[in-house]
């Protein structure tokens, strides 16, 4: 080995025993190291300190699921109202959209059929 090899070999094992010292656990899965740090606590998408901001106030499913259930009426997110400027980005197509509840498309209306897939939610156009 000449000098460069050697110092570019030193570098890496610094590099490798800092990052070493951050990490408090390790789990190996599937030949798939999942290493667990201290250094920042984890937040939900949102929340204070959470690093990522949000356009829209941050919601509790549970809290306003239990709302909606104490006062018989069904859930309107004040965030998402069923109003044409929720869903229109730039400009209104050329068809009316009208809003209706699962219930009011089927009958037995079902979120996930035998669990989540891709293909439950198709991203693009309204209506299509």
Not at 24 to 29: A, E, G, I, L, V
């Amino acid at each position: 080995m000449d000098k460069m090899e050697v110092s570019e070999c030193s570098l890496f094992i610094n590099q490798e025993q800092e990052h070493a010292q951050q990490l408090t656990s390790s789990q190996s899965r599937g030949g798939v190291t999942i290493a667990h740090t201290t250094r920042r606590p984890i937040y939900k998408l949102g929340e204070k300190s959470s690093g990522i901001r949000t356009r829209v106030n941050v919601q509790d499913f549970y809290q306003l699921r239990d709302q909606s259930y104490n006062s018989g009426r069904l859930f309107e997110d004040p965030e998402f109202p069923a109003t044409d400027e929720s869903i229109y980005f730039s400009k209104k197509p050329n068809f009316k959209c009208e809003w209706k509840r699962p219930r009011e498309i089927s009958k037995n209306a079902q979120f996930f059929v035998e669990g989540p897939s891709r293909f439950d939610i198709e991203q693009g156009s309204i209506g299509k």
